[in-house]
């Protein structure tokens, strides 16, 4: 399958910081992005949907002010945790796709941990 | 709304039986798309299948077989043979629409295979 790699897989970062995580398609040119969130022991929730070029598309309940997404390029997108609280501790991971009606591949994840 | 059901939350069984996971699934879309994953311990989200709403044929990939059953709107997933490698939590997932890869994800069952 097509890969998807995300970076960085950790971070630690301060109350009140800022933190931004990439994500990137390697060898295909994804259209589409999506951000996903995970607590722990939980499921994956769906955050937002980018497309390279337009504005991201958020889900109910999630604040575009704190989690800014960029789809700059067809191969990266980027999530950024604005003024972070040790409430946004979590996973998250994102997956990209080819297309319309093409799969989408997953993300190693970004565990981050707000202190 | 969709909603996607997995109500094993956990299941522990002995190296080489037989395990199945349960999905049951809610849409109102006539075409959908019908997911699983296995997310190790590492975090990552593992693509294990894709199964279109048209197609209810069984599948079977090695110690890997799905069953949809359209009728009573599952999708679970059998591992034969099992193997200590196998233990992970595995999510089933359902899409929107074919042209839109927006997921929905089930609780998730984490499987643990005993030596």
């Known amino acids: 399958g097509a890969v998807v790699s995300q970076h960085p897989s950790r971070v630690i970062c301060k109350s009140g910081t800022s933190v931004k995580i990439e994500c990137r398609s390697l060898?295909?040119?994804?259209?589409?992005m999506f951000w996903y969130r995970q607590f722990p022991k939980q499921s994956l929730m769906l955050m937002a949907t980018s497309n390279e070029g337009s504005k991201a598309t958020y889900e109910q309940g999630v604040e575009k002010d704190k989690f800014l997404i960029n789809h700059a390029s067809l191969t990266l997108s980027t999530l950024t945790v604005t003024s972070a609280h040790p409430e946004d501790s979590s996973f998250y991971i994102c997956?990209?796709?080819?297309?319309?009606?093409?799969?989408?591949?997953f993300g190693q994840g970004t565990r981050l941990t707000v202190v | 709304a969709q909603k996607v059901t997995q109500a094993q939350t956990e299941i522990s069984v002995v190296e080489k039986e037989d395990v199945t996971l349960d999905c049951v699934y809610e849409t109102r879309d006539t075409t959908y798309y019908l997911f699983w994953y296995k997310q190790p311990p590492s975090g990552e989200l593992v693509f294990l299948i894709r199964?279109?709403?048209?197609?209810?044929q069984n599948e079977i990939s090695g110690r890997y077989s799905w069953n949809f059953q359209k009728s009573t709107s599952s999708f679970n997933f059998t591992i034969t043979a099992s193997q200590v490698v196998d233990s992970a939590v595995y999510f089933c997932a359902l899409s929107e629409p074919f042209g839109n890869e927006k997921l929905t994800f089930g609780t998730g069952t984490r499987l643990t295979i005993i030596p």
């Open positions: 997956s990209a796709r080819m297309g319309v009606d093409t799969e989408a591949f």
């Open positions: 199964r279109n709403s048209f197609d209810e």
């Open positions: 060898d295909f040119q994804a259209t589409t």
